[in-house]
């Protein structure tokens, strides 16, 4: 589970910021809180926040961290593509364009019997890795002991096999993590942090590119197996009772003497008067509809893998009883067995009840008028007499009223009159 990621000079974000989900010491829904390896963790995390407070970058870091441990192995000396993929930095200073930018995590590995706290992170600059370590504590001990580090003049390996340890000293370069030529190379201690950011997953439905590919792919084994048909129809059929299972036609056509396979998808409705049935193409299928669609292989990964499933703009398009329902299913640990985390961004302030989450479980994008965005969450916030937020605080009509921050500063939309 994710316990804290950190990071820092991530565009919009020029200080060290914390998305913290270790739970704080409160009462409300202390039945949802997950203990492993001595850490109390908590299922779900939601963003709130003004258009262009940085809420989405939250989710892009989180993002590019993943990505560069998975594929940084790829870029080997390859200058030109490491500076395509490198991190932006906050641009609107001369100091911090300049400086690196940093990434780090606290989690533990499901279904480890050990139940060891892994610390990882990284700091990548204009070269490339300036900085990289990986340490562990015991689920018994106090301290962290180190895996290995990396600094720009020195390369201390003592936690890994003796075997391994010269294979990556002669393999790595300055674009390439340890972690992930680790990985490459089959290093256990290396592969099971590798395989840890595999298991996440991501979906940004603020980006239409990614929206459109979503909303077009099959889930794994839809056309083959009649189960994971079932499955699926069983699944939407928590909002849509009607839908009772999917047809699928195998397109064949014929491009440059090559056969390439096209499906068209058909869902099977019941008729309200009869006992037969009614097909109807997917594509004709509600927004919404077709959204819960999109997020089905994603869901089942995570839940059967424990992994965290980052999410931007969960609530476009879709209806906000079924944005609550989402949110239910990581937080009911008869569905969630395996602890899997959701964390999201939303403009839905009726997703600020205490009725559904807890105050450490709220956070808070907000710009300044240097363009600096900051983190926050709503347990930590102090109003201006010094109190902390009560559980029993409307949360959504304080947010509403710039109680918490984090809301746009609205003025009077005005067009100049021609003539």
């Known amino acids: 589970m994710l316990i804290q990621f950190n990071f820092s000079n991530y565009k919009s974000f020029m200080n060290d910021s914390t998305l913290d989900l270790s739970a704080a010491k409160m009462t409300e829904f202390s039945d949802r809180v997950v203990t492993v390896a001595n850490e109390k963790v908590l299922p779900v995390a939601a963003i709130f926040g003004a258009n262009a407070s940085g809420k989405s970058n939250v989710y ?3 993002e590019f961290m993943s990505l560069y441990v998975v594929q940084s192995f790829n870029y080997g000396d390859d200058e030109t593509t490491f500076q395509e993929r490198r991190p932006t930095p906050f641009l609107f200073s001369e100091d911090t364009e300049k400086k690196d930018t940093s990434f780090e995590v606290y989690f533990t590995i499901p279904e480890d019997k050990r139940e060891r706290v892994y610390n990882y992170g990284f700091c990548i600059g204009l070269n490339g890795i300036s900085e990289e370590w990986l340490n562990y504590r015991a689920k018994s001990a106090r ?22 340890r010269d294979n990556i000293e002669v393999a790595l370069n300055k674009q390439v993590l340890v972690v992930s030529l680790g990985a490459k190379l089959k290093v256990t201690e290396c592969k099971q942090i590798r395989d840890w950011f595999l298991n996440n997953e991501f979906t940004d439905f603020a980006n239409l590119f990614t929206s459109f590919v979503m909303h077009s792919r099959l889930p794994k084994g839809f056309v083959s197996d009649p189960n994971v048909r079932a499955d699926v129809a069983k699944y939407l059929s928590t909002f849509d009772e009607t839908i009772k299972d999917f047809r699928v036609e195998e397109i064949l056509s014929d491009s440059s003497s090559e056969k390439d396979h096209s499906y068209k998808v058909s869902a099977i409705h019941k008729k309200i008067d009869s006992d037969k049935l009614a097909e109807i193409p997917l594509g004709e299928e509600s927004a919404g509809t077709l959204k819960m669609f999109a997020l089905y292989p994603e869901l089942q990964s995570v839940l059967q893998n424990g992994g965290v499933f980052f999410i931007d703009e969960l609530n476009a398009r879709l209806h906000p009883l079924l944005v609550r329902n989402f949110v239910l299913t990581f937080l009911n640990p008869k569905i969630n067995k395996k602890h899997a985390q959701l964390v999201f961004t939303t403009h839905e302030t009726w997703l600020l009840s205490n009725q559904l989450l807890r105050r450490d479980e709220i956070w808070f994008t907000e710009k300044d008028p240097r363009g600096v965005s900051t983190l926050y969450s709503l347990a930590d916030f102090v109003d201006d007499d010094g109190d902390r937020i009560r559980k029993d605080e409307n949360y959504e009509k304080n947010y509403l009223w710039g109680k918490y921050g984090a809301i746009p500063s609205l003025k009077s939309i005005a067009f100049e009159k021609e003539g």
């Open 60 to 62: 892009s870091a989180f």
């Open 143 to 164: 301290s962290f002991s180190s895996v290995f580090y990396r600094g720009e003049d020195v390369l201390d390996l003592k936690g890994l096999p003796k075997a391994c």
